[in-house]
């Protein structure tokens, strides 16, 4: 089992930054073994793909929307994931949620195995 906790979400300026950690912890666990990611979803819309990390050689993959604004990172000996977001804009207004997937590297929410509870986001115009 894997447990994940996120915070630093808040409310913020646009144009401003805000940076996102997510606590893993969980018997044996290891990054090698999976894919990490940042979910987020805004009220009345579905959960989107944001940021993710192969857990095969560490290399990122980020929505459009995001690309060249959020970078994602891992402390593989805090077993802590992190999303720096830069140049918020208010439609990045969402609850962002960090999620683990053991299977085939994905994009899509239905196939991650552990999510946290999410953290909110706000962006004030």
């Known amino acids: 089992q894997v447990q994940l906790v996120e915070s630093g979400g808040g409310l913020v300026q646009a144009g401003h930054a805000l940076r996102l950690s997510c606590a893993v912890s969980g018997r044996s666990f290891n990054f090698f073994w999976y894919q990490m990611a940042w979910f987020r979803q805004a009220p009345g819309k579905e959960r989107e793909f944001v940021a993710g990390l192969s857990r095969n050689d560490g290399s990122t993959d980020y929505a459009d929307s995001v690309k060249g604004r959020f970078a994602i990172s891992r402390d593989n000996a805090k077993n802590m994931v992190f999303l720096q977001m830069n140049s918020l804009k208010p439609e990045d207004a969402a609850v962002y949620y960090c999620?683990?997937?053991?299977?085939?590297?994905?994009?899509?929410?239905?196939?991650?195995?552990?999510w946290g509870q999410g953290t909110q986001v706000t962006v004030s115009s």
């Open positions: 999620a683990a997937n053991f299977g085939p590297e994905s994009t899509s929410p239905e196939e991650y195995d552990y």
